[in-house]
Structure formats: structure tokens, C-alpha cells
């Protein structure tokens, strides 16, 4: 079953190939340092010195200038990403490929879409295995979170009994852990961009986080505070990427339902009606 798609296939899939190979050399980089640190006996931020490192750093420099006029065909990059501050080329691509598209496995023998059987992949038409069948063949579909809680949900940052989803051995994961890993990255970089409006969010939860938390440590204020500030920027992204994309937008759940007031609209972004109104 081919979708038509919001944008051009061949991007998305450049897209998705730099934005993979960037992690890629990131893990060979940082395991590369781990191993120079045993055998040299040096601190980790000399071991860039070392060629090895640099070759790979120099490859994920390539990558991270290859990926920005691939992002220059989506919205939310142009009109918003740009100017947040801490959402660099390789964040903002992982994000719009979690945002808009979902890559289906199909059999590489019929173009059928393969379905999970006894944690092996199958072809659903004609039951041909796909290992050892060749490289992995997908379509793309486009994603549709209607609500923000479902972009939330996906991306493992929705709180279940008070704490943010785990691994559990032998249960099939509800969200994607490597998306929550990235946005673990993301809260990181907020933090360090002094004098940026998401930093100062973050400085503000930490102070409430006090109050409201004074039995926890100050690390496990740190977590929820960046926490916080994460599902805020993830929900700013969800507005601004259904604006532009023509979509209705709703508030939060805690907002329409709980009836709480604190409704925060994104940061570095004046919507296009409210433009228009400055202007006249």
C-alpha cells in the first residue's frame, strides 16, 4: 500500500541515512575515547587529539553540514527550529523524522509489509522470512499525532505510576527508547544555553521543583525539572508543526480537562495570524 507523501521521498530518506550515520559515528567516537582513556591513561577531553578520534569527528562535522538542505524543505525547521536555541542540525532532523514519518519493513521478494511472528520478521503474503533475505526494504507512511499526549506517548515521556516508562524483560515496548534517549540529549543542551528562554524555563522548574519536592535530592529535582522542560519543548513542537502544517491544534490535557491556566506558548514563535495582526 503506497501513501502519498507531504514531502519529497528522496529527502526523507537522506534525511534518515545522515541523521543514523551522525549516531553512528558518534558511538565509534565515544567508544574510541573510552578505549584511548585505558590505553593511553589520558582524561577523556585529550583523547580528541588522538587521529583516530579526529577522523571521526571530522566525518560527523560532513555529516551535521550535509543534513541542513535536506531540512530546508520542512517548516518547522525554517520557521521555528532555527531559532531555538540548542536544537542544532542533527537534533532537529531526528525530530522531524520521528514527527512525520514511519518506515514499514516490507519483503524484499513481493513489497508486502512484514509482520512480527515469534519475534521474527515475516511476510505477510508470501511468508518469506527476511533474514538473510537482503537489506531491509521499507515504505514510508505519515505520522498523525492528533492530540500532544500521543506524540508524548511515543516518545516514552508520558508518566505511568509516577515514573517515566522502562524496559521490562519479556513486555513489547510502548514507546521508542531511542527517542527518549534523544530527548534526554535535548534537555542536556537546553541547559547549557545561558541566557536562552528554554534554559530560563529550566531554572524556574528547578526553583518550583524545591517547593514542590523538598524530600528529594537535588539530582532527582534536576531529572524532573529537565523532565519537564522536555515535554514542554516536545509539546511547542507539536504546536508549531501542526500550524504550519495547516492542522488544528488543541491545549494540553491538563489545560482542557484539569482546568489549569498555565498554558505556556512556544518560545521564538509569533504564529502567522498574530504576524498579520502586528502588521495592520
Not at 578505549?35 to 589520558?42: E, I, M, N, P, T
Request: hydrophobic share 30%.
Amino acid at each position: 500500500m503506497t501513501q502519498k507523501l507531504d514531502f519529497p521521498e528522496e529527502v526523507i530518506r537522506r534525511l534518515n541515512y545522515l541523521c543514523k550515520t551522525y549516531d553512528t559515528y558518534t558511538r565509534a567516537s565515544v567508544a574510541t575515547q573510552n578505549r584511548l582513556q585505558a590505553l593511553k591513561g589520558v582524561r577523556k577531553e585529550e583523547t580528541k587529539r588522538f587521529e583516530d578520534v579526529a577522523v571521526l569527528e571530522r566525518h560527523k562535522d560532513k555529516l551535521k553540514r550535509e543534513i541542513i538542505p535536506e531540512l530546508e524543505f520542512f517548516p518547522v525547521w525554517t520557521e521555528w527550529l532555527t531559532k531555538v536555541l540548542g536544537i542544532g542540525p542533527v537534533f532537529g532532523g531526528h525530530l522531524i523524522i520521528d514527527y512525520y514519518f514511519r518506515f514499514v519493513p516490507i519483503c524484499s521478494s513481493c513489497g508486502k509489509d512484514l509482520i512480527e511472528k515469534k519475534k521474527k520478521l515475516i511476510c505477510s503474503s508470501c511468508d518469506k522470512p527476511a533474514k538473510r533475505n537482503g537489506p531491509m526494504k521499507t515504505r514510508i507512511e505519515m505520522r498523525d499525532f492528533a492530540t500532544p499526549s500521543r506524540w508524548l506517548s511515543i516518545r516514552g515521556e508520558l508518566i505511568v505510576n509516577g515514573k517515566k516508562p522502562k524496559p521490562i524483560e519479556g513486555v513489547k515496548l510502548s514507546y521508542d527508547p531511542k527517542a527518549q534517549s534523544l530527548d534526554s540529549q535535548i534537555g542536556e543542551s537546553f541547559k547549557k544555553q545561558k541566557g536562552s528562554l528554554y534554559q530560563e524555563e529550566y531554572e524556574r522548574l528547578l526553583v518550583k521543583g524545591e517547593k514542590k519536592y523538598p524530600d528529594k535530592t537535588p539530582k532527582h529535582r534536576r531529572n524532573i525539572a529537565r523532565h519537564m522542560l522536555v515535554k514542554l519543548f516536545l509539546c511547542h513542537f507539536w504546536e508549531v508543526a501542526r500550524t504550519l502544517d495547516g492542522k488544528s491544534t488543541t491545549r494540553p490535557y491538563p489545560i482542557v480537562i484539569q482546568g489549569h491556566t498555565n498554558y505556556i506558548p512556544p518560545f521564538y514563535w509569533t504564529p502567522p495570524n498574530k504576524e498579520e495582526e502586528s502588521k495592520s
